[in-house]
């Protein structure tokens, strides 16, 4: 495929897709209903009916029975924390394969031309993105994943929140399992707003954005304390009356579903002549600016609160106002 | 205010390219444009302090390596996050093929 004819890539080698990102038409007033149409499949597929069946996967095959969960014993944790490392490690290793390894398709359609393994930094661990990325998944995302994973099944196991059945409510968890993107999206954005401010981005959130040129393994390389609060989204399934599959698949759409934002490219090419849009562009916008996009477009709140940034020259020109602001303010007290 | 020094041979940085420059235990960064202008900064990112001389000059405008924030290379300013505070600003010209600069 010929990226040139979707986007530009500038001297400095960074691509901006033709068509400026979006926020989801279902905001738009008055409605715009062809839009929507043409939108809604992109609601569940591909990523979120694969994150509900991976839910039931886990639930049917891999999770224990009700009883054995009632109790914290090693052994069903230690199985449920490998399986969870290893099926991460397939799922964001296939697209670092295909994309970083092989280089399947180059530099087409990545929005940095740069590879990160060929740019050793001093921000990461060796030097090296990817080690920096792995270890942190190791030691810090996957425990915490598999802590808040068994706190939740643990709690359903003990009847220490309502366990909704969809023998009994069928619609009702159906609703549930509708909304869960915009619960995650606005969990997101607000737990996301929060570690922008001064104290926790030095201490908690510069370790994501290391990552400037984010790749697959940067989905999770996160602080333990952005882990607690970004996978702990899941948790709302003890405040809400649901059930223990909807709460795998929050965690699931969180932990797997990390990925979309940062694969560093606008598509994965399929062939000569068609490409699978990643939706990534949102995400990516906000690594390399920094304060734009601190949701991922589906509720449109950077919108509502004047940080959206489309990736198009208007999107810039916007930026760069609030940035005079705040520069004159800081050079201003600088003396 | 020092007097001129002799920092490097203009040959010894690339058009559009940039030059670490370490003297009396401080670092600087030298810049040369594609029309052989010369700039001179304080070495380091106003961000964090990560040598600018291994960003990537393009135009008027030095990359930091480490997370992207711009600077002008004429003026100091910063142009991009996460850098807000501008870079300090030396003398810089070209004499006999060689960058003499003025630290401030």
């Known amino acids: 495929m010929d990226d040139l004819q979707y986007g530009k890539r500038d001297k400095r080698g960074y691509w901006t897709p033709n068509e400026p990102a979006g926020v989801a038409p279902i905001w738009s007033f008055p409605p715009q209903v062809m839009k ?6 992109q609601y569940f597929f591909p990523y979120d009916v694969l994150w509900v069946l991976s839910a039931l996967a886990w639930w049917n095959w891999i999770l224990p029975d009700v009883e054995v969960m009632k109790t914290l014993a090693w052994g069903w944790i230690l199985k449920l924390f490998v399986v969870n490392l290893v099926a991460v490690f397939v799922f964001f290793g296939v697209y670092e394969w295909r994309l970083y390894i092989k280089r399947a398709q180059g530099t087409r359609f990545k929005y940095n031309a740069k590879f990160p393994s060929e740019h ?17 998944i190791i030691f810090h995302a996957m425990p915490i994943w598999t802590a808040i994973e068994v706190g939740i099944l643990y709690a359903y196991a003990n009847g220490y929140v309502p366990w909704i059945s969809f023998a009994d409510h069928p619609w009702y968890l159906l609703g549930l399992a509708l909304v869960m993107p915009i619960i995650h999206e606005t969990h997101f954005y607000l737990i996301h707003r929060l570690i922008h401010t001064p104290f926790l981005y030095k201490h908690v959130h510069s370790v994501h954005h290391n990552s400037v040129n984010p790749s697959p393994y940067s989905s999770l390389s996160m602080h333990p304390v952005e882990l607690l609060l970004y996978l702990g989204m899941a ?30 490219f606008d598509k994965i090419e399929m062939g000569d002549k068609s490409g699978l849009p990643t939706h990534a562009y949102i995400h990516y916008l906000h690594h390399r600016y920094f304060e734009v996009n601190y949701g991922d477009g589906l509720v449109p709140f950077d919108k509502w609160f004047g940080t959206f940034h489309d990736g198009s020259k208007e999107g810039d020109a916007l930026m760069n106002a609030r940035y005079a602001k705040r520069k004159a303010q800081m050079n201003g007290t600088q003396g | 205010m020092s007097d001129w020094i002799s920092a490097c041979d203009l040959s010894a940085i690339e058009q559009e390219g940039a030059l670490r420059f370490d003297h009396n235990g401080r670092t600087y960064a030298i810049y040369r444009s594609a029309t052989d202008e010369v700039f001179c900064s304080d070495g380091l990112c106003t961000h964090e302090a990560v040598h600018l001389a291994d960003g990537l000059v393009m135009d008027y405008e030095i990359e930091c390596p480490k997370h992207s924030g711009a600077f002008d290379i004429r003026t100091g300013d ?20 060689k960058v003499m600069v003025r630290l401030r």
């Open chain 1, 36 to 41: 929507i149409i043409k939108w809604l499949p």
């Open chain 1, 235 to 264: 948790l709302w399934h003890l405040v809400i009356p649901s059930n223990p599959i909807l709460a795998l698949y929050q965690l699931h759409r969180a932990g797997f579903g990390a990925i979309p934002g940062h694969i560093g």
């Open chain 2, 78 to 97: 910063a142009l991009r996050l996460p850098a807000c505070k501008n870079l300090r600003m030396h003398d810089a010209r070209v004499e006999d093929g």
């Open chain 1, 120 to 136: 050793p930094s001093e921000a990461f661990w060796f030097k090296s993105q990817n080690a920096d990325s792995i270890l942190r």
